[in-house]
Protein backbone atom coordinates (compact mmCIF):
# COMPACT_ATOMS: atom_id res chain seq x y z
CA UNK A 1 0.00 0.00 0.00
CA UNK A 2 1.69 3.33 -0.84
CA UNK A 3 0.23 6.75 -0.77
CA UNK A 4 1.97 10.26 -1.17
CA UNK A 5 2.33 11.70 1.95
CA UNK A 6 2.09 15.18 3.01
CA UNK A 7 4.42 17.61 4.25
CA UNK A 8 3.97 16.63 7.66
CA UNK A 9 4.34 12.76 7.04
CA UNK A 10 0.64 12.23 7.15
CA UNK A 11 -1.35 9.92 5.58
CA UNK A 12 -5.21 8.83 6.23
CA UNK A 13 -6.40 5.13 5.94
CA UNK A 14 -9.74 3.62 6.04
CA UNK A 15 -9.91 0.35 7.05
CA UNK A 16 -13.40 -1.82 6.57
CA UNK A 17 -13.62 -5.70 7.62
CA UNK A 18 -14.36 -8.18 5.07
CA UNK A 19 -16.90 -10.75 5.92
CA UNK A 20 -14.68 -13.31 6.25
CA UNK A 21 -12.80 -11.16 8.65
CA UNK A 22 -10.28 -9.78 6.23
CA UNK A 23 -9.04 -6.25 6.85
CA UNK A 24 -9.28 -4.35 3.74
CA UNK A 25 -7.30 -0.94 3.35
CA UNK A 26 -7.35 1.97 1.21
CA UNK A 27 -4.72 4.91 1.92
CA UNK A 28 -4.82 8.88 0.86
CA UNK A 29 -3.88 11.68 -0.14
CA UNK A 30 -2.30 10.77 -3.38
CA UNK A 31 -5.89 9.54 -4.94
CA UNK A 32 -7.68 6.35 -4.32
CA UNK A 33 -5.16 3.87 -4.09
CA UNK A 34 -6.39 0.08 -4.79
CA UNK A 35 -7.09 -1.01 -1.50
CA UNK A 36 -5.33 -3.83 0.00
CA UNK A 37 -6.15 -7.04 1.97
CA UNK A 38 -4.53 -8.29 4.93
CA UNK A 39 -5.42 -11.58 6.70
CA UNK A 40 -8.38 -12.28 9.06
CA UNK A 41 -7.16 -12.44 12.46
CA UNK A 42 -3.93 -11.70 14.26
CA UNK A 43 -1.70 -12.02 11.63
CA UNK A 44 -3.57 -9.39 9.90
CA UNK A 45 -3.53 -6.92 12.49
CA UNK A 46 -0.04 -7.22 13.03
CA UNK A 47 0.76 -7.08 9.79
CA UNK A 48 -1.52 -3.76 8.85
CA UNK A 49 0.08 -2.27 12.07
CA UNK A 50 3.36 -3.11 10.73
CA UNK A 51 3.37 -1.53 7.38
CA UNK A 52 1.67 1.44 8.69
CA UNK A 53 4.26 2.38 11.05
CA UNK A 54 6.86 1.85 7.99
CA UNK A 55 5.26 4.20 6.08
CA UNK A 56 3.79 7.14 7.92
CA UNK A 57 5.06 9.39 10.61
CA UNK A 58 1.48 10.70 11.45
CA UNK A 59 -0.97 8.41 10.50
CA UNK A 60 -5.15 8.93 10.83
CA UNK A 61 -7.06 6.00 10.76
CA UNK A 62 -10.52 5.63 10.38
CA UNK A 63 -11.88 2.05 10.73
CA UNK A 64 -15.76 0.72 10.12
CA UNK A 65 -16.98 -1.29 13.32
CA UNK A 66 -17.81 -4.75 12.39
CA UNK A 67 -16.98 -6.90 15.36
CA UNK A 68 -14.34 -7.55 18.24
CA UNK A 69 -11.66 -7.25 15.46
CA UNK A 70 -12.09 -3.69 15.06
CA UNK A 71 -11.70 -2.66 18.34
CA UNK A 72 -8.40 -5.05 18.49
CA UNK A 73 -7.08 -3.33 15.90
CA UNK A 74 -7.97 0.16 17.10
CA UNK A 75 -6.12 -0.92 19.76
CA UNK A 76 -3.11 -1.97 18.25
CA UNK A 77 -3.07 0.67 15.82
CA UNK A 78 -3.33 3.52 18.49
CA UNK A 79 -0.13 1.93 20.46
CA UNK A 80 1.84 3.64 17.38
CA UNK A 81 3.30 6.94 18.79
CA UNK A 82 1.19 9.88 16.88
CA UNK A 83 -1.75 7.70 15.28
CA UNK A 84 -5.00 9.11 15.79
CA UNK A 85 -8.15 6.73 15.46
CA UNK A 86 -11.94 6.79 14.88
CA UNK A 87 -14.05 3.98 14.76
CA UNK A 88 -17.26 4.38 12.95
CA UNK A 89 -20.45 2.65 12.09
CA UNK A 90 -21.23 0.77 9.09
CA UNK A 91 -24.30 2.84 8.23
CA UNK A 92 -21.47 5.79 7.96
CA UNK A 93 -20.30 4.27 4.81
CA UNK A 94 -23.67 2.59 3.12
CA UNK A 95 -24.09 3.83 0.04
CA UNK A 96 -26.50 6.81 -0.46
CA UNK A 97 -30.34 5.42 -1.27
CA UNK A 98 -32.29 6.59 -3.96
CA UNK A 99 -35.74 8.42 -2.91
CA UNK A 100 -38.00 5.48 -0.68
CA UNK A 101 -35.32 2.88 -0.80
CA UNK A 102 -33.00 1.68 1.93
CA UNK A 103 -29.01 2.29 2.32
CA UNK A 104 -27.04 0.18 0.41
CA UNK A 105 -23.93 -1.80 1.88
CA UNK A 106 -20.84 -0.71 0.80
CA UNK A 107 -18.21 -3.58 -0.98
CA UNK A 108 -14.87 -3.37 1.94
CA UNK A 109 -13.03 -2.34 -1.10
CA UNK A 110 -15.96 0.87 -1.61
CA UNK A 111 -16.28 0.81 2.61
CA UNK A 112 -12.07 0.98 2.61
CA UNK A 113 -12.25 3.77 0.53
CA UNK A 114 -14.75 6.00 1.97
CA UNK A 115 -13.34 5.87 5.40
CA UNK A 116 -9.66 6.68 4.18
CA UNK A 117 -11.82 10.25 2.71
CA UNK A 118 -13.64 10.16 6.00
CA UNK A 119 -10.27 10.07 7.53
CA UNK A 120 -8.89 13.07 5.51
CA UNK A 121 -11.62 14.86 6.26
CA UNK A 122 -11.91 14.35 10.18
CA UNK A 123 -8.34 15.22 10.38
Known amino acids: MRATAT ?6 YGVDIAADG ?8 GG ?12 GVSALRSSIAKE ?7 ICSRGAVALTL ?13 VVAPHA ?10 DAPATPEEGALRLAR ?4 LF
Open 118 to 121: LAER
Open 56 to 62: CGHPHVC
Open 32 to 43: NTAPVRYPAGAD
Open 74 to 86: AAALMALPGTEVT
Open 7 to 12: AAGERY
Open 93 to 102: IAAPARAGQA
Open 22 to 29: ALVVAARP
